[in-house]
């Protein structure tokens, strides 16, 4: 039982602060700046599933070019809905074909380039990143906190300037989490509202001493608003669109759902009736969706056809229910093998850091030092079960936690959990007042306003703006930062060769090359001619990727498919043209590989700054420019000006080199003796 004082101040807990108005210039050049950082567009290279799961599936439903479609949409066990990604990716390559034949017609340029193939997805994706922006404003503005310096250090984040731009899963599911935070808190707060003031009235009609007060107070509480399934039909719809997104999105809904369900419990009004009512009208609520993604992932895998809907021959054969498939992959140990697999700490010990520097090792101790006070009972020092802050707490570590089961891990598996952190904690790298002290009514000033932020940076928010600038420039532009440069040069190069001329690309410590940005033409399809002749069309471009293989043996591969092509050159008069996509850390060893065997002239074509390979670093030659540097006088000028070549020579291997491989004529009996 609560005391009506207790009932008020509750109340007064929850009720929205009048907001001071500020000028909150920082935000919006943040959010400036995350357009423009689009719109340039970045160059870093985050993982291939930023194209391979989206932009090189849509590609082949929207322009007739070859593709290679990645296994988790094979028809035969899809296991990632197409529908995602038809909205991220589909709706802006539709607009886009639209204005390229306009473009086309009247100036002459088309925009089915790299450039705009990789622009327009990315200008959807970042303006729907703005949507976790607002939501993390409303619970802001709804609990009475300041907002000003969450929105700072949110948009300050490294993650929304180059995850939530890129047309990667995690993207949108980061903006599904930050709608499910946003409506799960709009309904704790109406109905803490609504619960208190109801069961004030309960109190007062039990009290009543006459039939005409409790008359009274009966109409008072009846007149009050419907709260218990608030939200109901949006957060069941936000939660199906989220797993269909990535079924993963279990761990992130969870906090939300079981906070939505459990409000008001242990109040007069609500009791376990109204939590079993909650639950079984927010599965009905997302039966709908559910169904209605079914029935698109059946279609576009072929599972289910109009003609078996016309025949009525249907069974549970006919559909797919992708999030399943998924769940049924990835419970197998020996698949997540061929992804790699980590140790079950890597989300709290390396990615959580990696990911919010200061912000998330504050998050992980003030959990820390929560998990000691439950320990020695200090109950005061948690937060309510009920409150914001404890739905914020929550939906920050217990989705680590229950990802952490899987021992395939990455930074971006746990990018959503970005907005509870920067509400709970962003206060305290600004080092003004925390969550935990809302706002209130006061009885001299009204309503109490949070606690400005200073204009001067202090050491916390100086680490977090460095971190996250050497970040931005890391991931968005130098991580595997030449691959698309050279994506693009290979496009220019296949528009403007010879035709017939045939072209071969031999890549090696870099990641896959997004051939969807190429427009290779379909040499799949079967066209049919004015006369009825049908026929396909001849490949003309040839990828072949060597991953992690040692330089010899991707030399060994070049010279026998050199062998192969000046063969077919001389039979069958097909020219062509042979490169090798390298990183400047392995010039050195394929020079030395070169020199040795004789087996093919070469020359760089282009090089492409920065290109950062991680597996490839040139730790040593960095190291030691600098501890010759460290060791010489200043003074001393031709050691000193020699050592600073080195250095800058070291920082040069952070390119993608792109190198002609040419037949040795000269010695051609020799090369073919060395194979």
Not at 139 to 166: D, E, P, W
Request: with cysteine; glycine share 4%.
């Amino acid at each position: 039982m609560h005391s009506k004082n207790e009932y008020r101040r509750s109340i007064d807990e929850y009720r929205p602060a009048v907001p001071v108005k500020r000028k909150i210039g920082m935000y919006w050049v943040l959010a400036a700046l995350r357009i423009i950082l689009t719109l340039i567009p970045q160059t870093g290279y985050i993982h291939p599933d930023e194209y391979f799961q989206s932009v090189e599936v849509i590609s082949g439903d929207n322009f007739d070019i070859d593709v290679n479609k990645p296994w988790e949409f094979n028809s035969t066990f899809p296991i990632r809905t197409i529908l995602i990604p038809q909205i991220i990716v589909g709706i802006p390559y539709s607009i886009l074909n639209i204005l390229s034949r306009y473009t086309f017609f009247y100036m002459g340029i088309s925009l089915k380039s790299p450039y705009f193939l990789i622009l327009f997805p990315r200008l959807l994706i970042c303006g729907l990143s703005f949507i976790s922006d607002y939501c993390l404003y409303k619970i802001c503005y709804m609990y009475g906190q300041n907002y000003k310096i969450r929105l700072i250090t949110y948009a300050s984040s490294y993650v929304m300037f180059v995850y939530s731009t890129r047309t990667l899963s995690n993207s949108t599911e980061l903006v599904l989490t930050a709608l499910l935070l946003y409506y799960t808190s709009h309904s704790m707060a109406y109905s803490e509202k609504v619960v208190i003031q109801s069961d004030y009235l309960s109190d007062k009609y039990i009290k009543a001493k006459s039939g005409v007060e409790r008359v009274k107070y009966y109409k008072l509480k009846a007149s009050l608003p419907p709260y218990s399934l608030n939200n109901c039909l949006k957060i069941a719809t936000v939660t199906v669109i989220g797993i269909f997104n990535r079924p993963t999105f279990i761990a992130f809904a969870f906090p939300p759902i079981f906070f939505w369900l459990q409000r008001g419990l242990g109040s007069k009004s609500v009791g376990f009736v109204d939590f079993h009512i909650r639950i079984f009208t927010f599965i009905a609520c997302g039966i709908p969706t559910t169904v209605f993604f079914i029935i698109i992932d059946s279609f576009y895998f072929g599972y289910l056809t109009m003609a078996e809907i016309g025949n009525l021959d249907i069974g549970m054969s006919n559909f797919v229910v992708t999030p399943l498939n998924f769940l049924k992959y990835n419970s197998n140990t020996k698949n997540l093998q061929n992804h790699g697999l980590h140790p079950r700490y890597i989300h709290l010990i390396v990615n959580v850091p990696l990911l919010y520097n200061i912000l998330g090792i504050v998050g992980l101790l003030t959990f820390g030092k929560m998990i000691h006070s439950g320990l020695k009972a200090k109950w005061l020092d948690l937060p309510r079960i009920q409150s914001v802050v404890g739905l914020m707490t929550t939906s920050f570590i217990i989705p680590i936690i229950l990802l952490s089961i899987f021992p395939h891990q990455e930074p971006r598996f746990i990018i959503p959990t970005l907005l509870p952190l920067a509400f709970l904690y962003a206060p305290t790298i600004s080092q003004v007042s925390g969550v935990d002290t809302i706002s209130r009514i006061t009885e001299n000033n009204g309503y109490q306003t949070t606690v400005a932020a200073k204009n001067k940076l202090n050491k916390l928010q100086i680490f977090w703006f460095t971190c996250n600038i050497l970040l931005t420039f890391f991931y968005g532009f130098a991580h595997q930062g030449g691959v698309l440069p050279l994506t693009s040069h290979i496009a220019t190069e296949l528009k403007a060769k010879p035709e017939l001329t045939h072209i071969h690309l031999f890549t090696s410590h870099t990641y896959p090359i997004p051939t969807a940005l190429l427009h290779l033409r379909n040499t799949k399809r079967t066209y049919i001619s004015s006369g009825n002749h049908k026929y396909k069309l001849i490949k003309d471009f040839y990828l072949y990727e060597q991953g992690s293989k040692s330089i010899r043996n991707v030399c060994n591969s070049i010279a026998l498919k050199l062998h192969e092509c000046d063969h077919n050159y001389i039979i069958k008069k097909v020219p062509y043209r042979l490169y090798y996509a390298l990183p400047a850390t392995d010039l050195e060893e394929f020079i030395f590989i070169q020199n040795n065997t004789n087996l093919f002239n070469f020359h760089i074509i282009s090089k492409y700054y920065p290109h950062v390979t991680i597996e490839k670093l040139p730790f040593s030659k960095i190291i030691n420019s600098f501890i010759r540097l460290s060791n010489i006088n200043i003074h001393s000028i031709p050691p000193f000006k020699e050592t600073i070549n080195d250095i800058f020579d070291a920082f040069q291997q952070f390119q993608l080199l792109l190198i002609r491989i040419e037949y040795l004529i000269p010695n051609k009996h020799k090369f073919v003796q060395t194979l």
